[in-house]
């Protein structure tokens, strides 16, 4: 992924507003994940399901999405959620992906060598 594919809360916001509204507490997605992101709003999107987003978050190494909407966004959401430990939370390389460290972080061998 280059730097100019990654997307930023704007992107969201432009290209998905049904799922935005006042009730919205935190927008954050880590650039490795918004790819993962945006696959699984295009979803949601398509199949037309009522889906607000409550919050979007990094915690324990994993994405977190709270949301209120159908039972079948949420389950789009779980999706998501239980991908992003096997995407590098900074790069989304799949390679050697592991979330670990004092502050539990997800990334791939490279990233982490980097880190180090
Ligand atoms: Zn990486």
């Known amino acids: ?3 100019d594919s990654i997307k930023s809360t704007s992107y969201f916001k432009e290209r998905y507003p049904q799922f935005f509204s006042d009730e919205l507490i935190e927008f954050y997605c880590l650039d490795g994940w ?19 987003l409550i919050q979007v978050k ?6 977190r999405i709270y949301c209120k909407g159908d ?10 959620m239980s991908k992003s430990y096997e995407i590098c939370s900074e790069c989304s390389s ?11 972080v997800t990334l791939c061998k ?7």
Do not use: Q
Not at 58 to 63: F, I, N, P, R, T
Not at 110 to 116: F, L, T, Y
């Open 1 to 3: 992924m280059t730097l």
């Open 34 to 52: 918004a790819d993962l992101l945006d696959a699984g709003f295009a979803l949601i999107a398509e199949l037309d399901y009522h889906f607000k």
């Open 58 to 63: 990094e915690k324990l190494g994993g994405l």
């Open 71 to 80: 039972p079948e966004s949420k389950e789009i959401c779980n999706w998501m």
């Open 94 to 104: 799949r390679d050697g992906v592991k979330t670990e460290g004092d502050y539990l």
């Open 110 to 116: 490279v990233c982490r060598e980097k880190e180090e």
